[in-house]
């Protein structure tokens, strides 16, 4: 039976962006048989996640992830899988399954079940015909637009506040969108990078208002989808988008302080300083800017889940995904998300490894 895996083939460079010849390609053994107290997994589909880039770096600079060598098989984070074959009680054939990070660019492999690197975690039966939902909605991307709009947003119904959302054509800047609407914002801005994804987000994700980071003044543009000022700043980019956003922000405003996207393909460690200027604004106007981090709120994600899921079997919440084809995809795919080009669809991107 052949076998394909993702190599990490060199280091871009902390201070550049990553390309494809970073990553291989490469036929590999077949998966061996399990041996005792482990599985042998189908991957069915690979999340693409931002904050792999500092994996690519010498030091990640966070000390949840460590770096990759060259050579080494890539470790994302999400992953789906099908159990092929098991030695282990608890797992059959066909049991789905997912990790709660590290999941390896392969398309066969063999595991322990009980792995410290890896730990795997059934995916509920009720899931089995769109499993890829553990990887966007029901997982650690709903749950960091969900937590962080509902545990930094201070949003009140009633309370005519505007929410500004930057990287909002993405799997997590989508989802917030659409929660701080749910929980009571009267206004949803959000940035993106096309005018297809702007459109999208207006017509079918009821965003109130978008602006094309690429094509506008954002400022003017910020001035005039947000005539009340900003009063929650979900924060997905980081460098002058946001930059620009802070300094229309109300005074007892809040940042959620997400991801920095715009920097990750610099040598700057995480968060990124900003500028006094902004360090005044924020000081000045009472603005609060944590860092935010999702899994320090793993006791909320019951509460978290259930609370999406009721949302999206509801029709409150669209869940858009971006699927493609094949685990050769995976690096074009991950490097064009980090650089933000040839990227026309908005949502969460997935690679379908089988199906
Ligand atoms: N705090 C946490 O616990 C936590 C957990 C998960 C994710 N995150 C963070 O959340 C953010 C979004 O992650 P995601 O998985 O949902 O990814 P994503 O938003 O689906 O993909 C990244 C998007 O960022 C935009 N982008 C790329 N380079 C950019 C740049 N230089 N300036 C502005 N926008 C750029 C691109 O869209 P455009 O077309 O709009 O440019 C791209 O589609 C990341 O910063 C990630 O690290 C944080």
């Not at 940042?255 to 393909?265: D, F, M």
């Not at 460690?269 to 924020?282: D, G, K």
């Not at 869940?319 to 690096?331: K, Y």
């Amino acid at each position: 039976m052949s076998n394909k895996k993702i190599v990490f083939a060199s280091l871009p460079g902390a201070d550049n962006e990553p390309t494809v010849d970073n990553f291989r390609c490469e036929a590999c053994d077949p998966a061996p048989s399990p041996g005792d107290g482990e599985l042998t997994i189908q991957t069915l589909y690979i999340s693409l996640d931002p904050a792999i880039r500092c994996r690519m770096n010498t030091d990640t600079g966070v000390e949840y992830m460590s770096a990759w060598s060259a050579g080494d098989l890539v470790l994302g984070l999400g992953g789906v899988g099908m159990v092929t074959e098991s030695n282990v009680d608890q797992y059959a054939p066909g049991d789905l399954v997912q990790p709660m990070v590290n999941w390896p660019w392969v398309e066969k492999f063999s595991a322990r079940a009980d792995d410290k690197l890896f730990t795997l975690y059934k995916i509920e039966e009720s899931l089995r015909e769109q499993p890829h939902l553990v990887l966007s909605l029901l997982g650690l991307t709903g749950l960091t637009a969900f937590l962080g709009i509902t545990q930094r947003g201070h949003i009140s119904p009633g309370a005519n506040q505007t929410c500004v959302v930057s990287g909002a054509a993405g799997a997590t800047g989508n989802l917030a969108g659409q929660i701080a609407k749910l929980g009571g914002c009267k206004r949803v801005v959000g940035i993106c990078g096309s005018d297809e994804k702007c459109e999208h987000l207006r017509t079918e994700l009821g965003f109130d208002a978008t602006v094309n980071y690429k094509q506008s003044d954002i400022s003017e543009a910020l001035r005039q989808t947000c005539p009340n000022g900003i009063d929650v700043y979900f924060d997905n980019v980081g460098g002058t988008i946001s930059e620009t956003v802070i300094k229309q922000m109300n005074p007892d405003s809040h940042v959620i302080l997400c991801g920095q996207i715009a920097v990750y393909n610099k040598d700057l460690p995480y968060p990124p300083p900003i500028s006094e200027e902004i360090q005044a604004v924020i000081k000045e106007r009472n603005i609060t800017r944590e860092r935010f981090l999702v899994l320090t709120y793993q006791e909320k994600f019951q509460e978290g889940l259930k609370q999406l899921q009721e949302w999206y079997m509801g029709g409150q919440l669209k869940v858009p995904e971006f699927v493609h084809e094949g685990i050769e995809s995976a690096p074009e795919a991950f490097v064009n998300m980090m650089t933000s080009v040839k990227q026309t669809r908005v949502g969460k991107q997935l690679v379908c490894v089988n199906k």
